[in-house]
Antibody, heavy 119, light 110 residues
Framework: EVQLVESGGGLVKPGGSLRLSCAAS????????MNWVRQAPGQGLEWVSS????????YYADSVKGRFTVSRDDAKNSLFLQMNSLRDEDTAVYYC????????????WGRGTLVTVSS | QSALTQPASVSGSPGQSITISCTGA?????????VSWYQRHPGKAPKLIIF???NRPSGVSNRFSGSKSGNTASLTISGLQAEDEADYYC??????????FGGGTRLTVL
């Protein structure tokens, strides 16, 4: 069974940093792109970042480019999102999701981890 | 990266059919057959129900169907059931190798 479990969310002040993790199991992690999608309170889904298998490509939404860094550790079946210079508008539930190469859709999602940016 | 346009809400009675539209641009929906749809019940993770415009993942009811014409994609749910009440999101691959979502549509089963 495919499982994706996010962790690392919490309360952080504007300008602060946070590192999210996503632990994957039940599939060959290295063969898939992995992705971050977020949902701010009362808002829709927003794609954040994608990283290809073997980190062959990395893409970011304009809203996070230069502040967020996605990475993966295929040996540990883990995905990460380093978030720096956090802003109020980054407050959201962050989901990790599995995709193909390229990531045209996401077939499995985690339950999400809440990031709150507030002073 | 402008969001795709979806109606904020739709409603229907049990047994009826409803259609949710998803309008994009030449850089996304119009240019690719890579539109997907997700169902999200409150407090749960999104679930993929349609990919590549009209394909259903294994286990998804055939009451869900997708189509596309030009820059507008559509999700049709036939034989509405109470369990279909949820938020629905469309998504499209883009010419920038990124993805864009719609704003979401709240489906109410009357």
């Amino acid at each position: 069974e495919v499982q994706l479990v996010e962790s690392g969310g919490g309360l952080v002040k504007p300008g602060g940093s946070l590192r999210l993790s996503c632990a994957a199991s039940g599939f060959t992690f290295s063969s898939y792109s992995m992705n971050w999608v977020r949902q701010a309170p009362g808002q829709g889904l927003e794609w954040v970042s994608s990283i290809g298998s073997s980190s062959s490509y990395i893409y970011y939404a304009d809203s996070v480019k230069g502040r967020f860094t996605v990475s993966r550790d295929d040996a540990k079946n883990s995905l990460f999102l380093q978030m720096n210079s956090l802003r109020d508008e980054d407050t959201a539930v962050y989901y990790c999701a599995r995709g193909g190469n390229p990531p045209r859709h996401f077939d499995y999602w985690g339950r999400g981890t809440l990031v709150t940016v507030s002073s | 990266q402008s969001a795709l346009t979806q109606p904020a809400s739709v409603s229907g009675s049990p047994g009826q059919s409803i259609t949710i539209s998803c309008t994009g641009a030449s850089s996304d929906v119009a240019d690719y057959y890579y539109v997907s749809w997700y169902q999200r019940h409150p407090g749960k993770a999104p679930k993929l129900i349609i990919f590549d415009v009209r394909n259903r993942p294994s286990g998804v009811s055939n009451r869900f169907s997708g189509s596309k014409s030009g820059n507008t994609a559509s999700l049709t749910i036939s034989g509405l059931q109470a369990e279909d009440e949820a938020d629905y999101y469309c998504s499209s691959y883009t010419t920038s190798s990124t993805l864009v979502f719609g704003g979401g549509t709240r489906l109410t089963v009357l």
